[in-house]
């Protein structure tokens, strides 16, 4: 599966997993299938909130970076992902509208799928790993 530059569906993505072995599997497929084309990889949601807080300081260079996608991991230490999008919600609004945020996850848990589908921001809950299909029903 090659990509061509710029025939990407997305300009950027961004991945929010503890796991790096899942963070590189998933980068591979998000840049395989022409979903985006540049992936940001973050193993915390605290250091992924500083890179998207970083953004709204520099408003010329915020539209070339804000994700157009996040997937998040909901089981991560120090900050789950729950945690996360309450932290999300205090983001400026360019990132908030333009960001969808995809919660994946190897939860089976009915709770946590219940409480993401009553997140506002959280577009879709699926579980890991990324395909072609989930990426193609996004």
Do not use: C, H
């Amino acid at each position: 599966m090659k990509q061509k530059k710029n025939t990407a569906k997305y300009s950027t993505a961004m991945l929010v997993d503890d796991n790096e072995i899942d963070n590189f599997i998933n980068q591979k497929m998000l840049e395989g299938t022409g979903f985006a084309e540049k992936v940001f990889t973050y193993t915390s949601g605290i250091s992924a909130l500083e890179f998207l807080k970083n953004l709204e300081r520099k408003t010329n260079a915020m539209q070339d970076f804000v994700p157009d996608y996040i997937f998040l991991d909901i089981n991560m230490p120090m900050m789950d992902g729950f945690q996360f999008l309450q932290e999300f919600e205090k983001l400026s609004s360019v990132i908030t509208e333009k960001s969808k945020i995809a919660i994946l996850t190897t939860s089976i848990n009915p709770v946590d799928q219940k409480n993401s589908e009553k997140n506002a921001w959280v577009s879709i809950f699926v579980n890991k790993p990324l395909t072609e299909k989930i990426l193609e029903d996004l």
